[in-house]
Structure formats: C-alpha cells, structure tokens
C-alpha cells in the first residue's frame, strides 16, 4: 500500500469488458478492509454497499478477471462464470470441453 490520501475525485471505475457495464468501485483485491471477515479466492472489485455506508459491512460484487485473457468482466452470468477461477464467457466457451456437465450447462 503506497500512502495515499483520500481523494473523492479519484473515483476508480470498474468496466466490464463484455457488457460495458460500468460502476465505481471502492476496493480491488482478496481481503475487502470493510469487511474483515471475508476473504476471496480471485481479485475482485468491490462496491461498499451504497445504501448501508454508515459502517456496514456489506458490500456487492462487481466482478474481476478472467484467469486466461486478463479481460475485466462483471458477475452477471452472460459475461463471467466461477469454476476454480474465473473465466470470462468467451474463454470459458472455448476451454468448456475441461468443465464438468454442470458448469457446462450454464454456458448455453
Ligand atoms: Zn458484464
Ligand atoms: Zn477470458
């Protein structure tokens, strides 16, 4: 962690690559710092929940990236699926063939 200080300004921004979905994200990593229980098995960008801000520990997912062609895509299951790592649809289409039946059902 560099020492930054807390510019609003700043506002990161998550896209994702296959919708174009865009949303700004408060955290990218395993180990969200508003919710110390939780922690992921990718890099994920985080959204501190919107509605509960006053020390919530709620948070929404937005996405990550896909494991083989690095792309930034959102949790929405026509973009992204979880199987041991994340894979964006396009890659998790052409390596389906190493999925088992059932992740492969949710690629149609
Ligand atoms: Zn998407
Ligand atoms: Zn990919």
Redesign the pocket.
């Known amino acids: 962690m560099t020492s930054q200080s807390k510019t609003s300004e700043e506002e990161k921004c998550f896209r ?1 690559e ?2 174009g ?1 865009q949303e700004t994200y408060h955290y990218y990593g395993k180990k969200p710092p508003f919710n110390k229980n939780v922690t992921f098995l990718e890099d994920c960008y985080l959204l501190q929940d919107p509605f509960q801000s006053w020390g919530s520990e709620s948070f929404l997912l937005l996405g990550s990236s896909c494991t083989v062609c690095k792309r930034v ?2 949790q ?1 299951t ?2 992204s699926i979880f199987y041991t790592k994340r894979f964006c649809i396009d890659c998790a289409k052409s390596q389906s063939d190493e999925f088992p039946p059932e992740v492969r059902n949710r690629l149609k």
């Open positions: 994702c296959v919708c979905l895509v959102c929405s026509a973009c």
